[in-house]
């Protein structure tokens, strides 16, 4: 999983993992936030994996060092996801 993963699990392609761990212990704020943002989005986008264009992420202040995180990817609509355009992910890290 590139959102999860540490730059240890990806060593070979460290584009490729969203290292959140490095935010760990900072406050939930905006600096922060658009920082985890813009390692989901560089994971995720690393290889044309997928669009930026297809990806919207927010973000909510859960406490003064948690931040949650609501990630939204459009998807071509198949039997498989119910014929959705978009799934979504959600996810706290603190």
């Known amino acids: 999983n590139r959102v999860k993963s540490q730059l240890k699990d990806w060593a070979l392609h460290p584009s490729q993992c969203a290292s959140l761990d490095t935010l760990l212990g900072e406050p939930a704020n905006t600096d922060t936030a658009n920082d985890g943002i813009a390692k989901i989005t560089?994971?995720?986008?690393?290889?044309?994996?997928?669009?930026?264009?297809?990806?919207?992420?927010?973000?909510?202040?859960?406490?003064?060092?948690?931040?949650?995180?609501?990630?939204?990817?459009?998807?071509?609509?198949?039997?498989?996801?119910?014929?959705?355009?978009?799934?979504?992910?959600?996810?706290?890290?603190?």
Request: hydrophobic residues 40%; aromatic residues 14%.
């Open 42 to 94: 560089t994971a995720l986008t690393a290889n044309n994996f997928m669009t930026r264009q297809d990806i919207t992420i927010r973000w909510f202040p859960l406490s003064k060092n948690i931040i949650l995180y609501d990630l939204k990817v459009k998807v071509t609509p198949t039997q498989l996801n119910n014929n959705s355009r978009e799934i979504g992910f959600s996810f706290i890290y603190d």
